[in-house]
């Protein structure tokens, strides 16, 4: 991990004037220089930039999702920027675990991951461990990479599903990067009977 970049707090806005969350980013471009810049999106949704808490209070906070690989430092200026709070101190110990499979394509068919066959531990960012269950690996995330908008979608859609309100008022699933990111989250953040709840919108 490089310590320098990693432990940065951003403060991003939610799509469709929903408020605002923060964010820490982790850099282990050192090991996986194409797939290593990691960022953990924190549970809190916020009013206006007035409410960032402290960096202490922030460290308490518990990550709404994440990891997950970024493209790029995030830009500071300009639309759709973060803006920068501070740097946290607070880094993780060990390299986070991601799961991956080998039938990736039919990951946008399948609407309950389950279903789809190949899952495994992917640890060190390469070493793949031995093919178990999907239930096994449900939590961790894929290296998938995004880009700061679909961060954005992606922490709109959750706030959406926890406060109960309609995704299909907010987004066409129909289009493919929005369900794409839609069937992360639900096979990804929930667990089985909420993520097959949250399916039927796609049936």
Known sequence: MIKESSGKIYFFSLEFDLGFTLCKLYDYTDIAPFDGLLV??????????????????????????????????????GRGSWEYVGKSETLPKKIPVFKDTNHIIALNKATDWAKVDGWRRRYDFNNSGDYCEYEAVRELEMLVLYDMRNIAIRTTMHFLLLNN????????????????????????????????????ILK
């Open 165 to 200: 309100k309609k995704i299909s008022d907010y987004y066409n699933l129909s289009d493919d990067n929005y369900r794409s990111i839609y069937l992360q989250i639900i096979n990804t953040s929930f667990d089985k009977k909420k993520g097959v709840i949250f399916s039927k």
């Open 40 to 77: 953990n999106v924190l549970n809190i949704q916020l009013k206006d930039n007035g409410a960032i808490p402290s960096i202490e209070d922030i460290d308490k906070l518990k990550v709404l999702f994440g990891p997950v690989p970024l493209n790029k430092y995030p830009n500071i200026k």
